[in-house]
């Protein structure tokens, strides 16, 4: 729970065959688990976050993917790991194939979460390679969707948080660098379809719609009718320019591609944290 929240889990408490076990993968002890598949998603994905906490994203791509790896080895099981696009770092192909081997600075602010992902793939290989254990790896470009954090610091939550209290619109840098966004349903979709498969190199799961940070802003105040104005900051350090998947292997592989458009997207995440408006105060001050 060092980023997450107990509320995201409401909707399956009285689910009968759901099972919360409170534990960080970090932590050595031995779960009493017999699993069928293990799914690594734990680790802060944001830059916010992961900035805050560089020494446990390092432990939880290092240590965590270690145990996990054990556990699905224990049980052999399948093993799919979380991974990034972070993992091409400040990219000099575009789009982005799975065969870049990426542009990363491994002393930089965002290293302990480019190289926590860069081990975890590393050593997810090596149990695949030594023990024939069946993994799989998912590298995810920007996802969005309902249950991010306000306070998040990725453009998404931070462009309608800001809309929601009315504040004016942040863009780092001039706008031009570009994200392409992927919303939460396509994502999982794309993970479930890669768990099933035979493919055990890495598989880009993204939408491959690449548009500037400023049009992205433009598209939010469109969609909510905000009259917001826009404020530039300067660039954080190792910011990728450009970020674009080239998603042919999972067309290819597994006869994947996103289906909700960034409209229909957008609207069902801003309906979302309209419904927090009673808590967006508390957001921002704990922000």
């Known amino acids: 729970m060092l980023t997450g929240s107990e509320r995201n889990l409401a909707h399956l408490i009285r689910e009968p065959r759901f099972e919360l076990i409170e534990q960080d993968v970090s ?59 972070e993992c091409y770092g400040d990219p000099l192909e575009h789009p982005q194939s799975e065969s870049y081997w990426g542009n990363v600075n491994p002393v930089g602010p965002r290293s302990c979460y480019d190289e926590s992902k860069r081990f975890a793939e590393a050593i997810t290989m090596a149990y695949h390679y030594k023990y024939g254990l069946r993994t799989n ?35 780092f840098g001039d706008g031009s660098q570009t994200r392409s966004f992927c919303y939460v349903s396509d994502l999982v ?28 802003a433009e ?31 999972a067309r290819q592989l597994l006869g994947w591609e996103p289906k909700v458009l960034l409209e229909d997207g957008l609207r069902l995440t801003y309906d979302y944290f309209a419904n927090l408006a009673p808590h967006l105060s508390a957001a921002s001050s704990g922000s």
């Open 27 to 85: 932590d050595g002890r031995k779960l009493p688990l017999r699993v069928d598949a293990v799914l690594h998603m734990a680790s802060p994905a944001s830059p916010k976050d992961y900035l805050e906490y560089p020494i446990e994203t390092l432990c939880v791509g290092s240590i965590g993917s270690r145990n996990m790896l054990e556990l699905a080895l224990e049980n052999q099981a399948r093993y799919l790991l979380a991974s990034t696009s």
């Open 189 to 216: 979709e794309g993970i479930y379809r890669l768990m099933l498969s035979d493919e055990r190199y890495p598989v880009n799961i993204g939408n491959p719609h690449e548009m500037t940070i400023l049009e992205f």
């Open 219 to 249: 598209a939010i105040c469109c969609l909510t009718g905000a009259g917001s104005k826009l404020i530039f900051l300067p660039l954080p350090q190792d910011d990728p320019k450009q970020r674009k998947p080239d998603i042919s292997k």
């Open 137 to 171: 790896i998912v590298r995810i470009f920007n996802t969005y969707g309902p249950r991010m954090k306000l306070d998040d610091g990725r453009v998404v939550p931070a462009f309608l948080g800001q809309v929601l209290r009315g504040e004016d619109l942040t863009i």
